[in-house]
């Protein structure tokens, strides 16, 4: 879990991607590309807005996201999300 205080990373791709970082974290997105930083709150939980223009050539685009932070020696990943824009 990331830590109080802490500062994390969102990142994003176009493809997916299951490489191991060491303690049981694994690396989701192939190619990641840093969108935002932000201070981890209180219970591990950090809050990201990410809009998205209302264009018709991004519908159907699919991308990859990621939150990451650093923990003590280590790492700390959240889970990964696949979005679709318009779907």
């Not at 997105?29 to 264009?55: C, I, K, M, N």
């Not at 991004?58 to 990859?64: T, V």
């Amino acid at each position: 879990q990331m830590q109080s205080g802490s500062v994390a990373v969102l990142v994003f791709g176009v493809s997916p991607t299951t490489v191991p970082l060491g303690s049981g974290c694994i690396q989701l997105v192939a190619a990641p590309t840093v969108y935002d930083f932000r201070l981890v709150a209180p219970y591990g939980q950090s809050e990201f807005a990410v809009p998205v223009p209302g264009s018709a050539g991004l519908l159907g685009l699919e991308l990859r996201w990621q939150a990451a932070s650093l923990v003590g020696n280590g790492i700390a990943v959240s889970d990964g999300l696949r979005m679709i824009v318009g779907y």
